[in-house]
């Protein structure tokens, strides 16, 4: 044990525990400051990190700025790196002045007190001097850390954005920079769990797809994470190992797509989204989606004329100030609205007041009412056509395009489930909700029952359907579009 002693004589123990005591303090969430409040208690003084500039970053009890000013000469010299220590006396003050820690770290500690410093007190304060050190360079290494996996984390989801709106090959060329490369065909899995186990979720998808799968948080839906893995021949190589996990993880839900090519990623994002509904609702707390066809793949061939009279409007657009939204991005916004309604906002990374005044602003262009299904229902299928390869033109109107047999049979099977023993009900309040612009309110009222019963006819539904009708736009415009085409 080595005794501290000042010019009386008073001595200040200087043991080993003193060093547990300093480790213990550095270590902790907050050690840098800990530490230095502590050192300043030990030796009954003031303690200053300074930064490289020779400005006070912290100071325990607080900062003594008639002193730093008339040491400042042997301060700047520490600063400087002229020399890495230097003592100043200051009135009857006492002014030791170090350079911290490690190569590399510009800082420098202030150690003031009226008694002198002994030989014992100044191997304290470098003791303490090298923890200073180390610890600053940690909190710069988690600063970094955390700076490199936030850009990491927006650079997943630009390519998220990207795919969204069909920018595939800028999409495929930044992942192709992050790695892995998006596959193509790919299955889109959506993992649905408490915010706090999502970092979970993606070590468990990174492992389980050996590296192979493109993961992003989802920046609509803050439970969801988004898988896009490889279609193997086998296609349950990451559907079997989501489906241990959740077993094993608490309030975790997984839905899956079939296979598809990335240009179709979001029907693959679709089904996938429609497929956790049933998870959610479900016993199993896993599923996978049950195809029963898409409806702007049957109509586009014959669907470009229709598409191009009912969307001029938008994508003849040209703003009359530099600063207004141009085609482009009216119909971006268009399309993230329908998609996701309210969460747009998010996906799109605007404001949402912003989002309301585009949405404002088409349908001024379009002359339509956003708030009607039989709207976004239109819209939504006439985005879906132009966004797909093109096609011979065909029909110029809504009812020509869907009078053909296959729409047909593509209506009938999205309803069949509906249509058995035991599921009029569901299919009375289905009816109504959609012809009440999917509104639970009004749809209570027309059916003489609480909106509450309206949302536990419509889950059932949901599970019946193998679709999301409450969460999921999509649903809803295809069967609305299926008892238009059956009741004509």
């Given at each position: 044990?080595?005794?501290?002693?000042?010019?009386?004589?008073?001595?200040?123990?200087?043991?080993?525990?003193d060093?547990?005591?300093?480790?213990?303090?550095?270590?902790s969430?907050?050690?840098?400051?800990?530490?230095?409040?502590?050192?300043?208690?030990?030796?009954?003084?003031?303690?200053?990190?300074?930064?490289?500039y020779?400005?006070?970053?912290?100071?325990?009890?607080?900062?003594?700025?008639?002193?730093?000013?008339?040491?400042?000469?042997?301060?700047?010299?520490?600063?400087?790196?002229?020399?890495?220590?230097?003592?100043?006396?200051?009135?009857?003050?006492?002014?030791?002045?170090?350079?911290?820690?490690?190569?590399?770290?510009?800082?420098?500690?202030?150690?003031?007190r009226?008694?002198?410093?002994?030989?014992?007190?100044?191997?304290?304060?470098?003791?303490?001097?090298?923890?200073?050190?180390?610890?600053?360079?940690?909190?710069?290494?988690?600063?970094?850390?955390?700076?490199?996996?936030?850009?990491?984390?927006?650079?997943?989801?630009?390519?998220?954005?990207?795919?969204?709106?069909?920018?595939?090959?800028?999409?495929?060329?930044?992942?192709?920079?992050?790695?892995?490369?998006?596959?193509d065909?790919?299955?889109?899995?959506?993992?649905?769990?408490?915010?706090?186990?999502?970092?979970?979720?993606?070590?468990?998808?990174?492992?389980?797809?050996?590296?192979?799968?493109?993961?992003?948080?989802?920046?609509?839906?803050?439970?969801?994470?988004?898988?896009?893995?490889?279609a193997?021949?086998?296609?349950?190589?990451?559907?079997?190992?989501?489906?241990?996990?959740?077993?094993?993880?608490?309030?975790?839900?997984?839905?899956?797509?079939?296979?598809?090519a990335?240009?179709?990623?979001?029907?693959?994002y679709?089904?996938?989204?429609?497929?956790?509904?049933?998870?959610?609702?479900?016993?199993?707390?896993?599923?996978?989606?049950?195809?029963?066809?898409?409806?702007?793949?049957?109509?586009r061939?014959?669907?470009?004329?229709?598409?191009?009279?009912?969307l001029?409007?938008?994508?003849?657009?040209?703003?009359?100030?530099?600063?207004?939204?141009?085609?482009?991005?009216?119909?971006?916004?268009?399309?993230?609205?329908?998609?996701?309604?309210?969460?747009?906002?998010?996906?799109?990374?605007?404001?949402?007041?912003?989002?309301?005044a585009?949405?404002?602003?088409i349908?001024?262009?379009?002359?339509?009412?956003?708030?009607?299904?039989?709207?976004?229902?239109t819209l939504?299928?006439?985005?879906?056509?132009?966004?797909?390869?093109?096609?011979?033109?065909?029909?110029?109107?809504?009812?020509e395009?869907?009078?053909?047999?296959?729409?047909?049979?593509?209506?009938?099977?999205?309803?069949?489930?509906?249509?058995?023993?035991?599921?009029?009900?569901?299919?009375?309040?289905?009816?109504?909700?959609?012809?009440?612009?999917?509104?639970?309110?009004?749809?209570?009222s027309?059916?003489?029952?609480?909106?509450?019963?309206?949302?536990?006819?419509l889950?059932?539904?949901?599970?019946?359907?193998?679709?999301?009708?409450?969460?999921?736009?999509?649903?809803?415009?295809?069967?609305?579009?299926?008892?238009?085409?059956?009741?004509?």
């Amino acid at each position: 044990m080595t005794a501290i002693r000042d010019e009386q004589g008073h001595g200040l123990e200087h043991t080993a525990d003193d060093l547990r005591k300093m480790h213990r303090e550095a270590a902790s969430a907050d050690g840098l400051e800990r530490l230095l409040r502590w050192l300043a208690g030990r030796v009954d003084g003031t303690v200053v990190l300074l930064d490289r500039y020779g400005a006070p970053l912290h100071a325990f009890p607080e900062v003594p700025w008639d002193i730093l000013r008339r040491a400042a000469g042997e301060v700047d010299r520490v600063v400087t790196g002229e020399v890495r220590a230097a003592v100043a006396e200051v009135g009857g003050s006492i002014v030791h002045i170090q350079r911290v820690g490690v190569d590399g770290d510009d800082a420098t500690l202030v150690v003031i007190r009226r008694d002198r410093f002994t030989a014992d007190v100044r191997v304290l304060i470098g003791d303490a001097a090298q923890l200073v050190g180390l610890r600053r360079r940690a909190d710069a290494l988690d600063l970094r850390y955390r700076r490199v996996d936030r850009a990491e984390r927006q650079a997943r989801e630009a390519v998220l954005d990207l795919l969204m709106v069909g920018q595939f090959d800028a999409a495929r060329r930044v992942a192709a920079t992050l790695g892995p490369a998006l596959a193509d065909p790919l299955r889109v899995f959506v993992v649905e769990g408490p915010p706090a186990a999502r970092a979970r979720t993606i070590d468990h998808c990174e492992q389980a797809s050996g590296g192979r799968a493109w993961i992003v948080r989802c920046l609509v839906y803050s439970r969801h994470v988004i898988v896009l893995a490889p279609a193997s021949a086998e296609p349950d190589d990451l559907g079997d190992a989501l489906c241990d996990f959740v077993d094993v993880a608490g309030g975790v839900k997984v839905g899956g797509s079939d296979a598809v090519a990335l240009r179709d990623f979001l029907t693959g994002y679709e089904q996938a989204f429609h497929a956790l509904a049933v998870a959610r609702n479900g016993k199993r707390r896993f599923a996978r989606f049950s195809r029963r066809g898409e409806l702007a793949a049957l109509v586009r061939p014959r669907g470009y004329a229709w598409v191009a009279a009912t969307l001029e409007p938008l994508t003849g657009h040209r703003p009359q100030r530099a600063q207004d939204p141009d085609a482009a991005a009216l119909t971006t916004t268009l399309g993230a609205w329908l998609d996701f309604y309210g969460g747009a906002a998010r996906q799109l990374k605007i404001h949402r007041n912003t989002l309301a005044a585009r949405l404002r602003y088409i349908e001024g262009l379009l002359r339509r009412p956003l708030s009607s299904l039989d709207t976004q229902a239109t819209l939504h299928l006439a985005l879906r056509v132009l966004g797909g390869p093109a096609g011979a033109d065909g029909p110029a109107t809504l009812e020509e395009l869907l009078d053909d047999p296959e729409v047909r049979r593509w209506a009938d099977l999205q309803v069949a489930p509906l249509l058995r023993a035991g599921t009029e009900p569901f299919m009375t309040t289905l009816r109504v909700w959609l012809a009440n612009d999917a509104r639970l309110d009004t749809t209570a009222s027309a059916l003489g029952i609480s909106p509450s019963g309206v949302r536990k006819r419509l889950i059932r539904t949901e599970e019946v359907l193998g679709r999301s009708l409450l969460n999921g736009p999509s649903a809803r415009y295809d069967l609305w579009f299926a008892l238009k085409v059956l009741d004509t």
